[in-house]
């Protein structure tokens, strides 16, 4: 099961044979990373004993085009607006001209960016006028600081010279007069019509402006239509709520509340909008639990693993189409009435049995939660359960939907296809969305799109769709341009911009405008003009208060109590043979991201691919057909095939394939193009995630799979801790424990150095990371990190100073899964020092372990000595001869390295320079608190503390004094400033009454 081209996989059966008698002879707990340590197989071993696996012999053809292509655009990406951007002077802290700007201080904006619609709340970090840095927004009353990888990379989009710069008329470069005297015409036309086959296809909308000035759209012309397309969608669960209240409605998970969580195939820690509010609602849950107030337990039924089942305190394997029985059988068990108890295996039957009982011991504090891909009947089913155990109004709370509705509803897509199909549609426009790639298969948007007489494509690509389009015309990101949107709990943010649009752009709100014919309008004024209608005469002091904050204080919608008008229940399906679901892309979504090399090289949890997606197989699959990680399997399913590279995945339902979104494209910018398989051409219609009935035939080629997961091992044990949750009292460590474990050390032949206060060290929590990879994208954001592409990832030279490592405990069936972020350890006793020759690695005052990148001859010694293998090394000049503007459109309180140097985590130590200076300025001590780090800042469960470890009272040495508290590699005597605590588990039986 080779992650790599170049030697021959490992054959299944031997491989599982190796597994067998391993976990057969193994004695006490054992973590592993993959099934190529679990067998030890030759290429695992490879790159254990290697010290220097990117030094062997490249197994692959190097495209030395494809590497210079990606080292351009990432260059590329950082600065094309350093000469030519302008900050806004209209968007709010810059009250006066942009010339009172100090450089090297940098300003903050309030702001957002959106994902299918919804507001991502952030603040902007810009220096001299560009956009440098997104973070959260920690005043937000939702997300309260919490980002996620999307909202990290967005930053990169706004850079990216794929973007549209002009318009284009039947593929030739256009000007924007030629583009408004067209438009002004049809308009004219379609005026005449009352709108008369004009269509409007969009995105989901939050927008109140977009939404207001389409409703003027709509009210000038009465017979043209609006309608939404969006791939990743929550349609079945507003029929489901259709169903049962009369009603589409938006849940809300409040689980902060919900000390038991029982999950029927819902991700809900998974990739996209809700991923970071619903990370620090369960994480403020599990904090409490951790300090003895009430309980905290997920119970987990799915068929691939998912980054909620990763954390699941009991994860039930089950095939897909035998969630529903699951479903019915806790329905039943807890006592709804017409609720059938299908038959079940004796692990559905024992798996049932702990979440009934776990709901009944917790009335009033538990939730079950119900997949959005799921059938509309079992969600359905969901919200009945729910009413049962007295969760609404508790843990589930309910509102109007926040997405705008289409007149059409769930179906709008579809409509409009059958209406462009017939000849009904004269003048198409589509905007911020890309149907030809993005529509199921038995949806014939391409062919239809053929009859309509004007296409009209507005987004930031020249992508699938602009290209059978007559007209497309680019729009301005969202960073430089003016608009408001709502977040996933209904909260407004008001969009201002960072800096003026560099490129020969348009904002989107003036695209609106312009297709009805007005030429003149300012994005910033409508705008205004929406809150001015809403705020009146007090509307200048609040629009300041707005854009100060980056939201609409108490704008959410409030919360409704709906009656159930439904109670019936619908006989749950039964299907056997090969399932095929569907998922989003962890990285790339459904495509929209596959310019961006931040996320393209970010690995996926789990399988740590990158640049590209994989067909996950079960280990029993795997095995009966002989498939190998990288061997090309043909998938077939309703007359349609697709070909993709297979990765055997622990923890996978044997009868259940996994595909995943936003590959295959042939349009997507220099980047994205021809990467992975397109699952969108097996995706069938009517919102559907799955196929049953699919076959899958290795086709003996094997692919290429650019993965992670085995590089950057550590050769040792233990890296993975657990206690018992029986054993966690007392919940906290007394005030005056030593801070850093210092009493606890093994004695040395070094001298031992005494620390002056402040003195650095963080603590992260394994028992709160969910391995979602925002603190990933953030480390990459903040220390310009370089991309190196597919083929040099591929070889272990991937240059992330920050990695999450992905471990896996007991059968390969149905494995336990942890997530444990891996930076440097900076430690007091550091092999990396003594090893360097040219004093390169030094340890600086403050405790921190820093290499000094002049002095740095590239030797790699210090990586060779390194046990935690956290160290980077330069292979090729990303940065050497850059334009001026290149360099100053990156970080500029980070150097950027060149060739032949060794790189590592530091700590953000431009961040504690940044507060010793002030805290020196303002003549007081730096506070507790008051440094945050990259991936600090950015997780979304606040697993990550920094601080100074020598003030017994700061918050990182109360983490350390915990009984959890432990290092990696204790044994090799290094003293980490980098400790963990250990995951919380249960063992024993369960408490009735809960743990508090």
Known sequence: MSQMTGMAPTTTAETAEKIRARLCDKRGRAFWRSLDELAETAEFRRFLESEFPALASPPIGIDRRSLLKCMSVALAFAGLTACTGEPDEEALPYVNEPESVVPGRPKWYATAVTLNGFALPALGKTHVGRPTKLEGNPDHPATHGATDPFLQASLLTLY????????????????????????????SETARREGEGFRLLTGAITSPTLLRRIGSLLEQWPNARWHVHEPVNGDLAYEATSRVFGRPLDRHLMLEGAEIVVSLDDDFFGPG??????????????????????????????????????????????????????????????????ASAPELSASERHWVERAVAAIRSHPGRALVTVGPQCPSELQ??????????????????????????PPD???????????????????????????????????????????????????????????????????????????????????ASVLQPLIRPFRDVRPLLALVDNLTGVLTSSDRETVRQTWRTDWGENFEARWRETLLRGFVAESAPPFVTPEVRDRGIATPRHFEGLTVVFRPDPTIWDGRFGDNPWLQETPKPFTKATWGNVVLVSPALAEAHGIGNGDELRIEANGRAITGPAWVMPGQETNTLTLTFGYGRSRTGS?????????????PGDSSWLIAGATVTPTGEHLNVASTQLHQAMDGFDFIRTVDFADLEPRTAPADQSPAGQDARAPTFYPVRQWDSPSWGMSIDVDLCIGCNACVVAC????????????????????????????????????????????????????????CPVNAAVHSFDGLNLQVYNRCIGTRTCSSYCPYKVRRFNWFDLTGGDAEELRAARN?????????????????????????????????????????????????????????????????????????NYTLLEEANTWPRTSYLARIERSGPDDEDGPG
Request: hydrophobic share 40%; proline share 6%.
């Open 160 to 187: 990216d010279p794929d973007r549209s710069q002009s318009p284009r008329h039947f593929g030739h470069p256009a000007s924007w007069s030629a583009f408004e005297a067209e438009i002004v015409a049809r308009a």
């Open 273 to 338: 909008p809700r991923q970071a509010i619903h990370a620090r609602r369960w994480a403020a849950r599990r904090q409490a639990f951790q300090k003895g107030e009430g309980d905290c337990r997920l119970f987990v039924a799915e068929a691939t693993p998912s980054l909620t089942g990763a954390m699941a305190d009991e994860r039930l394997v089950t095939a897909t189409l035998r969630i529903e029985a699951v479903g019915h059988a806790v329905a039943a068990r807890l006592g709804l009435k017409s």
């Open 380 to 405: 359905a089913l969901g919200l009945l359960v729910n009413e049962h155990i007295g969760a609404f109004s508790a843990t589930l709370r309910f509102t109007e939907p926040i997405a705008a509705m």
């Open 409 to 491: 509803g769930t179906r709008s897509f579809e409509k409009l296809t059958q209406d462009m199909a017939a000849g009904r549609v004269a003048t198409l426009a589509v905007i911020e969305s890309n149907p030809v790639y993005t529509s199921p298969s038995d949806v014939d948007f391409r062919a239809a799109m053929e009859n309509v007489p004007l296409r009209i494509h507005a987004g930031l690509h020249y992508d699938e769709t602009a290209i059978l389009s007559h007209w497309h015309v680019p729009l301005a990101h969202e960073l430089e341009s003016w608009g408001d949107a709502r977040a996933v709990d209904g909260t």
């Open 671 to 683: 980047l994205g193009d021809g990467l992975g398989y397109d699952a969108y051409r097996l995706r």
């Open 780 to 835: 990459v954001a903040e220390n310009n990190i370089a991309m190196v592409g597919k083929d040099q990832v591929a070889e272990g030279r991937e240059m992330h100073w920050l990695r999450v490592d992905h471990y896996y405990e007991g059968d390969p069936a149905a494995p336990k899964f942890y997530s444990q972020p891996v930076p440097c350890m900076h430690c007091e006793q550091a092999p990396c020092e003594m090893g």
């Open 892 to 964: 500029p309180d980070v150097t950027v390295r060149g060739r032949g140097v060794m790189e590592k985590c530091t700590y953000c130590v431009q961040r504690i320079s940044e507060a010793r200076i002030a805290a020196k300025i303002e003549g007081r001590p730096i506070q507790d608190g008051e440094i945050r780090t990259a991936c600090q800042q950015a997780c979304p469960t606040q697993a990550i503390t920094f601080g100074d470890v020598t003030d017994a009272q700061s918050a990182v040495s109360r983490k350390k004094a915990s009984p959890r």
